[in-house]
Structures are given as structure tokens and as C-alpha cells.
């Protein structure tokens, strides 16, 4: 049986406007419970909760452990609060993938948005890259199919990431993994079905494609193919594939596909071919 809420109580709560001082009486007529928080920003934290759900008929309880993304709007920019937060919560809604964490519940209050998703008790990549090292080739294929196919099932809905990096892929045991965090996706259609391409900033800068950093209109899917090879290429090599301390010999690095893999990296290698591949798919 399934610890997770069923979709009859995603739904029902889904959105729902509670009022600020009676949240925390809220949550726990719920079934949550708060925890410690596991993560921080400038407008948003991410913080542990518990989830019990009682079945009567059994007379027993079943407990997920689950995470909260708590935004508070009034920290939050204008234009996140009104054109980014609304365009994730649209994004999230009906995401269902193996390798895609789970909205669970999204509560909102005047200050506030809770969004309620999957737990992912092993961190995310980049810190298990700092404590592993380099992954073996054979570790990073199995990882980054994973990630493609998360990417893949996006872009079959005309979702983008746009802010694919290795702090956003979150692992739930040592062989599986989770992409995150959709605070930048959008969708790559207009409600007529004419693509749309993006001029706005966002993601993380040594992930970024050269036309995000010039700031030219760009494909946001092609943006995602871009983030992906660096992510792979940092599981190879435990270092970023380009400097981004320099804006201008970043960007010229990249545009001339000044990349060098280390020696413990054939040149012939599977995952080497395949990187430089998506490289060279990617307009520049």
C-alpha cells in the first residue's frame, strides 16, 4: 500500500487558501508534522516534515517522510511572485515520473506557499560528487539516464527545466535519482501551439548555455541539453567544464568548444563520445 496521499487529498487541498494564523493547526489536522530544515534561501527554505495517515478500518497509521518548500512571498521579488511561482505551480501539478520528485500537496496562505513533495534523504549530486570524487563511467551513464529521461518526459509535455544542475538532482537511495526544484521551467508552447522561445535569465551561470549569457533569445529546451552535458561532464571529472569566474572567456570557451576532459577519460570513451555529441547538437 502506498504511503503516499492519494490523489483525491492532493487534489482537495491542492491550492487552498488557508489563513496565516491558522496554519500550523492546519498542517497538523492534515497529518503533518514540521521538522528540521534541510535547506535555505534568500525568500524560501526547505524544511522535513512527517506525514501520517490513518486508516480507521485497520486501526493502524502509515508515515511518509516528505519535504516542504516553504516560500514567503513577501521576500520573494514582484515578478517571482507573480510570473515564475505561478508557472511553477502549473508546471508541478500533474508531473508523474519515476525520476521526477513528487508535488504531494501544494497550501497557500497570504504570506506563504507550501508546496509538499517527495523526501530525498541521500542529498543531492553535487554533494555526493564532493565526497565520492569522480564517478566511474559506468556510474555516470547509470545516473544520467535517469536524468534524460526525466528531461525527455518534459520535453514530451513542452515543459523546460532551464535550471538543470547538479544541486537539483536529488538522490533517494545511492542508485536512484530525482530532478528538482522547477522554480525556472515554463512551458515551450503558447495556448495556441506556436513555440515560444525565452529571453529571461535564469538558472546558474556555469550551467548556462552562450546565448542565455549574451542575453539573445533562446530555445529553452536546447538550454536544458546544454545543462545536461555539463552535469555529465562534471560526474566525469569532479570540476566544471567551464570557468565561469570570467564572463567573457567563459562564453568564448564555449563558443569554440574549448573543453578538455581529464587523462582518466578516454578519448574514445562511450559517455566522451556521447557529451561531445550533445555539445556539438547544441547551437551556438
Known amino acids: 500500500m502506498s504511503l503516499r496521499p492519494s490523489s483525491s487529498q492532493v487534489e ?9 494564523n491558522s496554519i500550523d493547526l492546519h498542517l497538523k489536522d492534515q497529518g503533518y508534522t514540521f521538522g528540521k530544515t534541510i535547506g535555505e534561501g534568500s525568500y524560501c527554505k526547505v524544511k522535513f516534515f512527517i506525514f501520517k495517515t490513518v486508516y480507521q478500518r485497520v486501526g493502524n497509521n502509515h508515515i511518509q517522510k516528505i519535504a ?13 511572485v507573480t510570473k515564475f511561482l505561478p508557472r511553477e505551480l502549473s508546471v508541478v501539478r500533474g508531473l508523474r515520473h519515476s525520476n521526477i520528485v513528487t508535488v504531494l500537496n501544494v497550501l497557500s496562505t497570504p504570506r506563504h506557499v507550501y508546496i509538499f513533495m517527495d523526501f530525498c534523504e541521500r542529498g543531492d549530486l553535487l554533494d555526493y560528487i564532493r565526497a565520492k570524487g569522480a564517478l566511474t563511467e559506468s556510474r555516470s551513464r547509470h545516473f544520467f539516464k535517469q536524468i534524460v529521461s526525466a528531461v525527455q518526459h518534459l520535453h514530451s509535455l513542452d515543459i523546460a527545466h532551464r535550471d538543470l ?16 526544484d522547477f522554480g525556472f521551467a515554463r512551458w515551450c508552447r503558447d495556448e495556441k501551439g506556436h513555440r515560444i522561445l525565452s529571453d529571461t535569465f535564469c538558472g546558474s551561470a556555469a550551467y548556462a548555455a552562450p546565448e542565455i549569457l549574451q542575453g539573445t533569445m533562446y530555445n529553452p529546451k536546447m538550454y536544458d541539453s546544454w545543462s545536461l552535458g555539463c552535469i555529465l561532464f562534471i560526474m566525469l571529472t569532479a570540476s566544471m567544464p567551464f570557468d565561469d569566474a570570467h564572463m567573457p572567456s567563459m562564453i568564448r570557451a564555449q563558443t569554440n568548444r574549448l573543453i578538455k576532459f581529464n587523462e582518466k577519460i578516454q578519448a574514445g570513451s562511450t559517455v566522451c563520445i556521447s557529451w561531445n555529441q550533445m555539445l556539438h547538437d547544441v547551437q551556438l
Not at 68 to 80: G, H, L, P, T, V
Not at 165 to 180: F, G, M, P, Q, S
Open 165 to 180: 544542475k547538479c544541486e537539483n538532482v536529488l538522490l533517494t537511495t545511492k542508485d536512484h535519482v530525482k530532478i528538482a
Open 12 to 20: 482537495s487541498s491542492r491550492f487552498k487558501d488557508v489563513g496565516s
Open 68 to 80: 516542504c518548500k516553504i516560500i514567503d512571498k513577501c521576500k520573494a521579488s514582484n515578478e517571482f
